[in-house]
């Protein structure tokens, strides 16, 4: 992959004709330097992602002022000069992965390039001029090949869909990419005007733009933290209760991808799983997950009010009502109508909450319980296919029959481990070290969610 790579953007610099500037031309050789510093510098002032370990930089900013001021290939050397000092000389990285950051990196630059000039973009220092169709193209043309590869290249390693990678990588930073792409507009015009003064008042809005991207990326890891929160207390309550959570998490993630839900989706259904116990640290239901006997019809009213209960507390979190908090306290709805707490049916039930109610059932099935073993995966089938239309939705039921990894999760073995496998490592507006996927954990033995089911009754979680 990486020979492909470099054969191509060594396409990019041989095929072109090189409209290169004499030596003799110190303004033009003085702008080329200033703005391949300047791509360094914001190279090396870059922000790391949470998914797959993902880095970002707003090092196109400059790099796209290069190709409105300077003709190919230079504006490709600049990007290649940026990518592989930032690679091995800030992050470090492998000699193979920085080869790999700095072609891909050329790649989108050149290719970029190539599109702004064949649309007729003008090209030159002597005076400021802009088109706006052919900047359009080229920040859509880059943006394309630099996220596109990182997402290939993520979900080639990872076993993550390429819809998802696309759709993770870009995010709500897409507007971002916008706004700091425009400043290379502004950036040309000052340097036209002012030569190096120029460039250098364009460092405030620079550091602004890097900031917006900041200030995303701790948004999601603020909602992430308050999760955790949660489940820690959850755990401190019933350790056995946030193994349960997690583990329902993992299926309710794999089960709504396997639907091929949108992003935003898995992740709402994925949180809402987590977190679908969370109003059992209330007191009222210490002494109930306790009992060791079955519950009596009053303990079982109390019980069934941890939906309602969970759903109170997540609803404190803003960014958790809606479609969170809906799945929360739905969770126990069956299709038929015949669920709690408001016997809701069918279509009517939120699907993140018919996803849990399955994803929940299925870890009641797969672990031991104080009364029987854990079921073998045909077992978990027979039964899921036995009460698919009236507490599971068929779809849903099918689509986890169906699933391999539901199935991988369920077969992992006892002991939670985390396991890494290497990506190649990219540069520009992102770079991917390594992506990490967790198996599910231990099966502990306790009780069930509402306790009552018999052997041969409906599996309930």
Same mark, same amino acid.
């Given at each position: 992959?990486?020979?492909?790579?470099?054969?191509?953007?060594?396409?990019?610099?041989?095929?072109?004709?090189?409209?290169?500037?004499?030596?003799?031309?110190?303004?033009?050789?003085?702008?080329?330097?200033?703005?391949?510093?300047?791509?360094?510098?914001?190279?090396?002032?870059?922000?790391?992602?949470?998914?797959?370990?993902?880095?970002?930089?707003?090092?196109?900013?400059?790099? &796209?002022?290069?190709?409105?001021?300077?003709?190919?290939?230079?504006?490709?050397?600049?990007?290649?000069?940026?990518?592989?000092?930032?690679?091995?000389?800030?992050?470090?990285?492998?000699?193979?992965?920085?080869? &790999?950051?700095?072609?891909?990196?050329?790649?989108?630059?050149?290719?970029?390039?190539?599109?702004?000039?064949?649309?007729?973009?003008?090209?030159?220092?002597?005076?400021?001029?802009?088109?706006?169709?052919?900047?359009?193209?080229?920040?859509?043309?880059? &943006?394309?090949?630099?996220?596109?590869?990182?997402?290939?290249?993520?979900?080639?390693?990872?076993?993550?869909?390429?819809?998802?990678?696309?759709?993770?990588?870009?995010?709500?930073?897409?507007?971002?990419?916008? =706004?700091?792409?425009?400043?290379?507009?502004?950036?040309?015009?000052?340097?036209?005007?002012?030569?190096?003064?120029?460039?250098?008042?364009?460092?405030?809005?620079?550091? $602004?733009?890097?900031? =917006?991207?900041?200030?995303?990326?701790?948004?999601?890891?603020?909602?992430?933290?308050?999760?955790?929160?949660?489940?820690?207390?959850?755990?401190?309550?019933?350790?056995?209760?946030?193994?349960?959570?997690?583990?329902?998490?993992?299926?309710?993630?794999?089960?709504?991808?396997? $639907?091929?839900?949108?992003?935003?989706?898995? !992740?709402?259904?994925?949180?809402?799983?987590?977190?679908?116990?969370?109003?059992?640290?209330?007191?009222?239901?210490?002494?109930?997950?306790?009992?060791?006997?079955?519950?009596?019809?009053?303990?079982?009213?109390?019980?069934?009010?941890?939906?309602?209960?969970?759903?109170?507390?997540?609803?404190?979190?803003?960014?958790?009502?809606?479609?969170?908090?809906?799945?929360?306290?739905?969770?126990?709805?069956?299709?038929?109508?015949?669920?709690?707490?408001?016997?809701?049916?069918?279509?009517?039930?939120?699907?993140?909450?018919?996803?849990?109610?399955?994803?929940?059932?299925? !870890?009641?099935?797969?672990? !031991?319980?104080?009364?029987?073993?854990?079921?073998?995966?045909?077992?978990?089938?027979?039964?899921?296919?036995?009460?698919?239309?009236?507490?599971?939705?068929?779809?849903?039921? !099918?689509?986890?029959?169906?699933?391999?990894?539901?199935?991988?999760?369920?077969?992992?073995?006892?002991?939670?481990?985390?396991?890494?496998?290497?990506?190649?490592?990219?540069?520009?507006?992102?770079?991917?070290?390594?992506?990490?996927?967790?198996?599910?954990?231990?099966?502990?033995?306790?009780?069930?969610?509402?306790?009552?089911?018999?052997?041969?009754?409906?599996?309930?979680?």
């Amino acid at each position: 992959m990486i020979l492909c790579v470099w054969a191509f953007a060594a396409f990019l610099l041989i095929v072109p004709t090189w409209d290169i500037a004499p030596w003799a031309n110190q303004g033009y050789w003085n702008g080329v330097a200033i703005f391949t510093v300047t791509a360094i510098l914001c190279d090396a002032w870059f922000l790391k992602v949470p998914f797959a370990n993902l880095h970002s930089s707003i090092a196109f900013v400059p790099l &796209f002022a290069a190709v409105l001021l300077f003709p190919p290939p230079v504006p490709i050397l600049m990007s290649g000069l940026t990518a592989i000092i930032g690679d091995t000389l800030v992050r470090r990285k492998p000699a193979q992965r920085a080869l &790999f950051n700095t072609a891909q990196y050329m790649v989108s630059i050149g290719l970029g390039g190539a599109v702004y000039t064949a649309l007729g973009g003008p090209v030159g220092l002597a005076r400021f001029s802009f088109s706006f169709i052919p900047f359009a193209a080229l920040v859509v043309v880059f &943006f394309v090949i630099n996220q596109g590869s990182v997402a290939l290249a993520v979900a080639l390693s990872s076993g993550i869909t390429l819809r998802e990678t696309w759709d993770r990588i870009g995010g709500g930073a897409r507007i971002y990419d916008v =706004l700091a792409s425009s400043l290379s507009i502004l950036l040309v015009y000052l340097y036209v005007k002012l030569l190096l003064p120029g460039v250098v008042i364009l460092v405030v809005p620079l550091f $602004l733009v890097r900031q =917006l991207y900041q200030m995303n990326q701790q948004l999601q890891e603020e909602l992430e933290e308050k999760l955790e929160l949660m489940v820690k207390a959850i755990e401190a309550r019933d350790p056995y209760t946030s193994g349960h959570s997690r583990r329902v998490a993992e299926y309710a993630g794999a089960i709504a991808r396997d $639907l091929q839900l949108a992003v935003k989706e898995v !992740d709402a259904v994925k949180r809402a799983a987590l977190l679908h116990d969370v109003g059992k640290i209330y007191e009222e239901f210490a002494p109930l997950l306790r009992k060791e006997d079955k519950l009596s019809a009053e303990e079982r009213i109390v019980m069934e009010t941890h939906v309602t209960r969970s759903a109170e507390l997540v609803g404190v979190v803003s960014k958790l009502r809606g479609s969170v908090l809906e799945a929360i306290r739905h969770h126990h709805e069956n299709y038929d109508g015949t669920g709690y707490p408001d016997g809701l049916s069918g279509e009517t039930i939120p699907i993140g909450a018919r996803i849990i109610m399955i994803a929940d059932t299925l !870890d009641a099935m797969t672990t !031991d319980r104080p009364y029987r073993k854990a079921l073998g995966f045909e077992q978990v089938v027979s039964e899921l296919r036995k009460y698919s239309g009236r507490q599971f939705d068929p779809r849903i039921a !099918d689509v986890l029959i169906k699933s391999t990894a539901v199935r991988r999760m369920i077969g992992a073995g006892e002991a939670e481990q985390s396991s890494t496998t290497p990506v190649a490592t990219f540069a520009g507006r992102f770079a991917v070290e390594r992506a990490g996927r967790v198996s599910s954990g231990h099966y502990r033995k306790s009780r069930d969610v509402v306790l009552s089911a018999p052997k041969s009754g409906s599996p309930e979680s």
